[in-house]
């Protein structure tokens, strides 16, 4: 992404191998293993990726919608890991919960991420959970962003900058997106989350759409794309760079900073219980406070989780 960079990289690593720093690698996954720390260290960019995919074919660079093949293509594999949606569930106050571990093409889970938010719309207030998501399509990350607004409420999310080219793509909510959720929203990070998973927590922050809760996240904001190295080797270069429209700049090296910091296996109890008091502050029958008492009461008796999953059990 940057020259600078680029250059001080490859001056190191041909410093590193003419010392034979990678002579005691005695397999692929050790040498790969080897590049990757190297590209991190001195190359301060998480995204840096290299593996053995002898199979790799480089992306031609063509303009234009992905071909039916491949939209077939990834819709069978997005199909198979549940579209990146792998928690949908109700809780207790009328509080709707999803858990995106990933964004797959647009074309691929547009009509789950659909789907998903009809079962939810009518939620009193909507949990996100992004600490496990590694990231994806930023097109997706807008496209589920989009059910979060009203309709007509067109919002400018995101810019990508890519070097090659020296172009500048933007990316907005969509008119075509499905049900609408306009109550309160809560976030849910972690260390864990990176890239795209990391731009869509950032993104429900800028537009001021979300509180954000758990821990710091990854700090990796550049995308890039995979380059055929030798001897079957990939190596996933960063290209490009994130440019939120409202705050100028991006989360590369120092992640998104939560509204509410707290370990990421507390994070789901911390929301829960901030909506459910929300709620009980502004119920007026005594049935429905009643319940959402009770609902808290329980919550407090049932201690710190030690995991994610065993949150979503509330």
């Given amino acids: 992404m940057f020259p600078e960079v680029a250059a001080n990289l490859a001056r190191v690593l041909h410093e590193n191998d003419a ?7 005695k397999d692929t996954q050790s040498f790969a293993l080897a590049l990757v720390h190297d ?59 999803i858990e995106l571990r990933g964004f797959g093409p647009t074309e691929a889970v547009g009509k789950a991420y659909d789907s998903a938010m009809e079962l939810l719309s009518g939620s009193a207030a909507v949990i996100i959970d992004l600490r496990r998501n590694g990231g994806g399509e930023p097109n997706s990350v807008a496209y589920f962003m989009s059910h979060f607004f009203a309709e007509g409420d067109q919002r400018h999310i995101n810019d990508i900058y890519t070097r090659n080219g020296n172009r500048t793509r933007q990316y907005w909510t969509s008119a075509t997106a499905g ?44 995308p890039g794309e995979g380059m055929a190295l030798a001897e079957g080797f990939v190596a996933f270069i960063p290209t490009g760079r994130s440019i939120n429209p409202v705050t100028g700049t991006n989360w590369e090296h120092v992640g998104v900073t939560p509204d509410v910091t707290v370990p990421a296996a507390q994070a789901q109890r911390t929301a829960y219980t901030a909506i459910l008091r929300g ?11 009643k319940a959402l008492q009770e609902t808290l009461d329980q919550i407090a008796k049932k201690g710190s989780e030690s995991t994610f999953g065993t949150e979503s059990r509330l």
């Fill in 19 to 25: 010392r034979g720093a990678y002579a005691g690698a």
């Fill in 39 to 97: 590209l991190r260290s001195i190359g301060k960019d998480a995204h840096f990726q290299v593996g053995y995919v002898p199979e790799f074919h480089p992306d031609p660079g063509a303009v234009g919608p992905p071909s039916q093949e491949q939209v077939n293509k990834d819709k069978a594999e997005m199909a198979g890991l549940g579209y990146g949606v792998t928690h949908l569930e109700r809780l207790d106050g009328n509080v709707g919960y």
């Fill in 179 to 222: 049900a609408r959720f306009t109550g309160p929203v809560y976030v849910l990070t972690s260390a864990q989350t990176f890239s795209g998973g990391e731009e869509c927590a950032y993104d429900f922050q800028a537009q001021k759409r979300a509180t954000l809760v758990g821990e710091v996240t990854g700090g990796g904001a550049n």
């Fill in 279 to 289: 709620l009980l502050a502004k119920a007026t029958p005594a049935e429905e406070r």
